[in-house]
């Protein structure tokens, strides 16, 4: 999926003036928490966030995430947009809810980042970590 | 051994608000006279339009100044040509058809003027004089574009020489055990430049060609360490990574407080973090499990009132 599909499927609004939107996503993730950032997601995954601090960019430059998706029609200080512009990281926003604006993408198909294997096999054996198209397990 | 301090001045908060790109830069940085023809076909004022449309249909041009000798006297293109055909006056002279009134660049400007005279005039091409008022080239916006790509793909091969360079250092530089050690100093307290050391390092993995599965490895090791660098400790600390050819060793150094429990320290979801910093996404009690997820190895020691030393081993 391309980021000018995303950004269609969210009725979202570009912030990064230069973005090449014909970058493709390979799966997608949502998350405030930026540990879980670093731990569940991979290299191409398209990071859905409501905080809007520059640590969101450093994150995502860690993590190797494509572009970040700031929900809940938030919009980002001068200074996260001008890291995320150094680091060639695109910027969007939706102003649907962290809910939706993650539903309307997972509705065309697009991947969830999936769980590490490691968390799964701390789960209780009656319970599903995902039943939708998750990624192969690491 | 090669000793790196991290200390180079940030460009991200220079760069502030202002948002300029590569490019944007540099039509403010390439002088005019970089990127102009130098060879510049020229016609004289007492040549007939006829013989002047056949000087441009050899050389592939749609215009040409005129010269007097050595002075520019004015400026002709195939849109006089045009006018003389459909007013049947191809016999007349290029000084009698020329605008004799012509708009020059100096080459010594920079690449932004010509941008922005070309926008308000119009015109297809300018001439370009020294200070002197010699001609010295012609400037079409095609030349501009031209320019501006051959000096981004020269920017692009230079960041690929510097990558070719660092990822030959282990091949040129011999001995028995060669190490690259990259010191941080990482201020406590300071949340805004906390990951500019592990986004240094990064950068550094990536230029001496680690694969990015390692580099992402060792990128969230080094930015957990260095958040929790700056959020616990009392007067900050180091981040150390020891490059050999066959492992990287990422150490964090602090002189205090220290962690009273270690092992309480290391179970996933204990935290002390305060309330600002979870308000920023972080300290959830994840940073040490993060670390030991991605690590191959890791030591955890820590002393009330001395400090607190992570080590962690990763295979290249």
């Known amino acids: 999926m391309t980021l000018e599909e995303v950004l269609r499927t969210i009725e979202?609004?570009?912030?990064?003036?230069?973005?090449?939107?014909?970058?493709?996503?390979?799966?997608?993730?949502?998350?405030?928490?930026?540990?879980?950032?670093?731990?569940f997601t991979h290299t191409g995954t398209l990071l859905m966030t409501g905080l809007t601090n520059p640590q969101v960019v450093r994150t995502a430059e860690m993590a190797g995430i494509v572009a970040i998706v700031f929900v809940r029609g938030k919009l980002p200080p001068p200074e996260t947009v001008a890291l995320a512009e150094e680091k060639g990281i695109p910027l969007l926003a939706s102003q649907y809810t962290m809910y939706e604006t993650c539903g309307r993408l997972y509705r065309t198909g697009l991947k969830s980042c999936g769980l590490f294997q490691l968390t799964a096999d701390n789960w209780p054996h009656d319970a599903v970590p995902s039943c939708g198209p998750a990624t192969e397990l690491l | 051994m090669v000793d790196t301090h991290g200390e180079e001045k940030i460009t991200a908060s220079a760069k502030s608000i202002l948002e300029v790109t590569k490019l944007q830069e540099l039509v403010y940085e390439l002088k005019i006279e970089e990127v102009m023809t130098k060879k510049v076909v020229t016609v004289s004022p007492d040549d007939t339009m006829r013989a002047m449309k056949e000087v441009l249909r050899m050389n592939r041009i749609s215009g040409a100044p005129v010269m007097r000798g050595r002075e520019l006297v004015g400026i002709i293109s195939i849109e006089n040509v045009i006018k003389a055909l459909e007013r049947g006056e191809i016999e007349a002279t290029v000084g009698e058809k020329m605008t004799s009134e012509v708009q020059t660049l100096f080459a010594d400007e920079t690449v932004i003027h010509a941008v922005n005279k070309f926008g308000r005039l119009g015109f297809g091409r300018l001439p370009v004089v020294n200070r002197q008022g010699q001609l010295v080239g012609i400037l079409t916006q095609g030349d501009i574009a031209r320019g501006l790509l051959r000096q981004l793909e020269i920017?692009?091969?230079?960041?690929?020489?510097?990558?070719?360079?660092?990822s030959h250092i282990f091949q040129d530089i011999v001995s028995d055990q060669t190490g690259l050690i990259l010191r941080y100093k990482v201020q406590p307290r300071d949340f805004s430049r906390c990951g500019e050391a592990a986004?240094?390092?990064?950068?550094?993995?990536?230029?001496?060609?680690?694969?990015?599965?390692?580099?992402?490895?060792?990128?969230?090791?080094?930015?957990?360490?260095?958040?929790?660098?700056?959020?616990?400790?009392?007067?900050?600390?180091?981040?150390?990574?020891?490059?050999?050819?066959?492992?990287?060793?990422?150490?964090?150094?602090d002189h205090g407080p220290g962690i009273p429990d270690v092992?309480?320290?290391?179970?996933?979801?204990?935290?002390?973090?305060?309330?600002?910093?979870?308000?920023l996404g972080f300290g959830a009690g994840m940073g040490l499990s993060n670390i030991k997820t991605c690590s191959d190895e890791m030591h955890l020691d820590s002393k009330i009132g001395v400090g607190t030393r992570l080590e962690v081993i990763i295979n290249m």
């Open chain 1, 12 to 39: 979202g609004k570009l912030i990064s003036p230069h973005a090449d939107l014909s970058q493709e996503i390979a799966m997608a993730c949502g998350a405030d928490l930026m540990s879980d950032v670093l731990a």
């Open chain 2, 155 to 166: 920017d692009y091969h230079e960041e690929e020489i510097h990558r070719y360079r660092a």
């Open chain 2, 263 to 279: 092992e309480q320290a290391l179970r996933p979801g204990y935290s002390t973090a305060p309330d600002w910093i979870r308000e």
């Open chain 2, 199 to 253: 986004s240094k390092l990064k950068r550094a993995l990536e230029r001496l060609g680690a694969l990015p599965a390692i580099v992402r490895r060792i990128a969230v090791v080094s930015y957990e360490a260095e958040t929790n660098l700056v959020i616990h400790t009392t007067q900050g600390g180091e981040l150390l990574a020891e490059i050999q050819p066959e492992k990287i060793r990422i150490i964090a150094v």
